[in-house]
C-alpha cells in the first residue's frame, strides 16, 4: 500500500526502489546498534545526527530547515545521490560496529562518525569530478508553503 502512495506522489521506479532499500538497511543498523548496547531513542538520534553530520555537514534538524521542510520526512525529500551517501554512511557505520564490536554510545559514537567520513569521502570525491556540490535545497517533490498548507507539484503532470 505504501508503495502506491509514493508512486501517486509522484517518485519514480527507480527511487522507490533505492528508498525501500535504504529502508532495509537502516533496520539492520539499528539491529546492530541494539546488540551494541543503544537502547534508547534518542541514543538512535546522537548516531543518526553523527553519520549526517559528517557527510553533509548537517545534523538531520538543520538539513530539513536547509530543504525546507517542517513535518516532512528528511529522507524522503532527498535526490537519489543524497539518498545513497546517507544510506553509505550507514550501511559503512553498520559493518564498522560488526567489526570493531563497539559498546554503548560513546564508542558507538565514534563508530557512526567513520561511517559518515566513508560517506564524506565519497561525496568530496563525486563533487570533485562534477564541479558542483550535491547537496541541493530542492525537495523531491518540490514542496511550497501557503498559510501553513502544503502544496504539492505533481512532478508527473509537469512533464506532460
Known sequence: MQLITIEVNGYDDKWIKQRLTGVVDRHKLTDVWKESGITKNYEYGILTNEIYQEWSGMKASQYKEFKGLRKESLRDNMTDIEV???????????????????????????M?????????????????????SVISKDNALNYSYIDNEKLIEDKKSKKK
Open 84 to 110: 545513497t551517501l546517507a544510506d553509505l554512511g550507514e550501511i559503512a557505520t553498520r559493518e564498522l560496529v560488526k567489526t570493531h564490536k563497539p559498546y554503548g554510545l560513546k564508542e558507538n559514537r565514534e
Open 112 to 132: 557512526a562518525k567513520r561511517g559518515g567520513k566513508i560517506a564524506k569521502n565519497t561525496r568530496d570525491n563525486l563533487e570533485k569530478e562534477l564541479g558542483k
